[in-house]
């Protein structure tokens, strides 16, 4: 009799045991935002390539010039961007995670404000913090998650006085290296941006020149700060089906509303925008981050290129060749000076404040990237510069 209670009572425990842990698990995949309530990600590699056009050369040190450069090699080896030249301030994180950001710059700002806070209850978000780049320690919650390097451009034109257009081109693409694992819709939260900074050179200096003007190495030299931003956000019109049937929480202005889904909501194909953190929600506290009606005084819209993919197996642009707009209002081009050499900054990041951006979907692979600048194509283009 008492063995029997006693088996009785152990296998109430298993049960409860196993209530718990199947609420854990709920809990764990319904909280819809940032993923930043648990730190098991493994979204640690990027691949891939940025390649320019006829008139255009890029280096990762100021030094040795190409038509393209690789990003990375096989999985657990380092990118050629972890050791570019003496003194470089290149990221390449121990794990990638969401952080958000307008891409504005104010004053002389040397890198992008990223912001990350502490998501509850799946919609505020408090203890609003700056990343900070040099910051290595990846429990600490400034420490980046997000890629950025540095890129040389020498532009060789035909202008003298007019900055050239920088364009995105047809092939650029952006997806999950693990494609097994595409189907959580990590793709859909990424951003790359484009910083470009005041110093420029003349297309035939040398590497301590273009340090020295550019990137504010050597002596003498000055710190560069941050002129314009370009942003772009790939597959913006995909969505997954767990994301549309269990985070469909936005609450749209009455004018958004009708163009982006009525009462049901966004679907899978719905191509929206995302209210990013403003630099003023800085250690504030936000209610409700999906308040995007504009009545929330922290969040704004991102002005960004938006692209589609080709294909659900071809990230290629749909749209074909687009013009880089700066992010300060979404519409004016994004320019580089002709017959000299510039230097960008290029950002790879997870939008915390993309709907995607839920824990189910931080259980991806590394990120495979491939960025087409041009220059002087026709918009809409999908074919090789030339043909």
Known sequence: MGKSKKNKKKSEMN???????LALVIFIISTYAW???????????????VEVAEGLEISLDAQNWSNGLALGEEEGQLSIID??????????PSEMLPVSTLGKVTGNQTDLQMLRGKITNSIQLSEIKTMIETETNPASSTYPGYFAFDVFLK???KE?????????NYDSSLEIMETEKSSTGLQNTARVAFAKYNGTTDVMADQATILKETAGIGVGATTPYITDVAMWEPNSSDHVDYIVQNNNKIIWSSADKAIYGGDSGFTTTTKMPTYALKDSSLGATIANIYKWDGTESNLAKQNVLQTTKTADNDYKISEGVQNLVSTNDGTTN?????????????????EGQDVDCINYASHGGGVKVNIGLVKGSTIGSHEPEGE
């Open 334 to 350: 994004f320019g580089i000076a002709p017959n000299k050499i510039c230097r960008l900054r290029i950002y790879l990041w997870l």
């Open 160 to 168: 003298d006085t007019i900055d050239d257009i920088l364009q995105l």
């Open 155 to 157: 532009n060789s034109s």
């Open 83 to 92: 050791d570019a030249y003496a003194g470089h301030k290149n990221i390449s």
């Open 35 to 49: 993923f930043s309530t648990q730190r098991n990600v493994s979204i640690t590699n990027l691949n891939g390539t």
């Open 15 to 21: 049960g409860m045991f196993f209530i718990i842990l």
